[in-house]
């Protein structure tokens, strides 16, 4: 819509040709742009080709009426103003045309200046609503951006609080991790026997990951690997069992010494057939003592049942804990 008063495009509807001319030169003269229409078509055509900021139309015309025009164009172009002129027809179409929403009558005969101040009234309305419309649309722009703004800030204060918990976790683990280690190195310089030093890194363990078993081997004067403890909750296996998974595990570990994990089930081949039944579910993680480049000295071999695999952290405590459980080990 045409926002200024003057030069605003209203659209005159009227089947009387001299009064649709007469209207014309009477809002011309007063500094609007008029186009006449003689029907409910004739203004339809003139409305696809033209913007309008007002319709005025007669209620009566030879192939509708004016409100069909006000409400064909209002659902094309929107709450246009508009003005019906009535004559003394019947009561019931009076009343319809004071019922229509936003609709100025004005009977005849017209007076020009009421249907002029009509007009500049109208026109005036439809600036002041299309202003409150246009700081409508602003103010719902801003508040779109500034939620857009509040979305994105809150997503990265989330993202932000995420990051610093799963730090606040690594080094709460590591923390643990550190505490454990110092606990258990103080508690080597104490261990009088090879007995204390393996309850203690068993201990370690469940401490660290939970309910496991275990054996710990270590070299005796003809370099053979002695068993010379067993673990476990509630008790451990027999010496048997034991013996046979060290002796089917101790090729590999010979041949990489190294801290190393596996599921047994999938590395059957690994064991003699007459453990296979006993080994659905069970987790190894073989821990070599080493003196030096080379030199075993000792093995513990823990093992869990349950299908809970050992752990990247479970693997980096074993690494941290073997040396100085060799050292000690040599020491006794």
């Known amino acids: 819509m045409t926002t200024a008063l003057h ?9 009387d040709e001299a009064v649709c001319q007469s209207l014309g030169l009477a809002l011309r003269a007063a500094g609007l742009q008029p186009l006449l229409a003689g029907g409910v078509e004739a203004a339809l055509d003139i409305a696809r080709q033209q913007s309008l900021d007002l319709v005025v139309a007669d209620l009566f015309l030879g192939d509708g009426s004016g409100l069909d025009v006000i409400d064909r164009l209002r659902r094309r172009l929107g709450q246009l103003p508009a003005v019906i002129i009535t004559g003394q027809g019947d009561a019931a179409n009076l009343s319809l045309a004071r019922q229509f929403p936003s609709v100025e009558l004005i009977r005849k005969p017209v007076n020009l200046d009421q249907l002029l101040g009509v007009i500049q009234g109208e026109l005036s309305r439809g600036r002041d609503a299309l202003r409150l419309q246009h700081r409508h649309r ?6 779109r951006r500034s939620g857009q703004r509040r979305r994105r800030q809150v997503d990265r204060l989330y993202r932000a609080c995420a990051r610093m918990a799963v730090t606040c976790r690594q080094y709460r683990s590591k923390l643990i991790l550190q505490e454990r280690l110092m606990r258990y190195q103080n508690q080597l ?3 009088l026997s090879e007995d204390d030093i393996f309850r203690g890194f068993f201990r370690l363990f469940v401490e660290h990951s939970g309910s496991l078993f275990g ?12 068993m010379v403890g067993r673990f476990g909750v509630p008790s451990p296996d027999g010496v048997g069992f ?12 010979l041949e990489r010494p190294q801290v190393t994990r596996l599921d047994a089930y999938e590395h059957l081949e690994l064991f003699s057939p007459e453990l296979h039944r006993r080994l659905v579910g069970v987790n ?4 070599p003592l080493m003196a030096g480049e080379g030199k075993l000295i000792g093995l513990v071999v823990l093992y869990r049942r349950g299908e809970q695999p050992f752990t990247d952290a479970d693997v980096a405590l074993a690494n941290m804990v073997a040396l100085p459980t060799s050292a000690a080990a040599q020491r006794t």
Do not use: N
Not at 218 to 224: I, K, R, S
Not at 242 to 253: Q, S, Y
Not at 284 to 287: H, K, L, T, Y
């Open 7 to 15: 030069q605003a495009v209203v659209l005159v509807v009227d089947d």
């Open 138 to 143: 602003r103010l719902r722009d801003l508040a």
């Open 189 to 191: 310089i104490g261990c």
């Open 215 to 226: 054996a710990a081997l270590l070299c005796d004067e003809q370099a053979e690997l002695e």
């Open 242 to 253: 034991c013996r046979e998974l060290v002796k089917c595990l101790l090729p590999g570990i």
């Open 284 to 287: 190894f993680m073989v821990v």
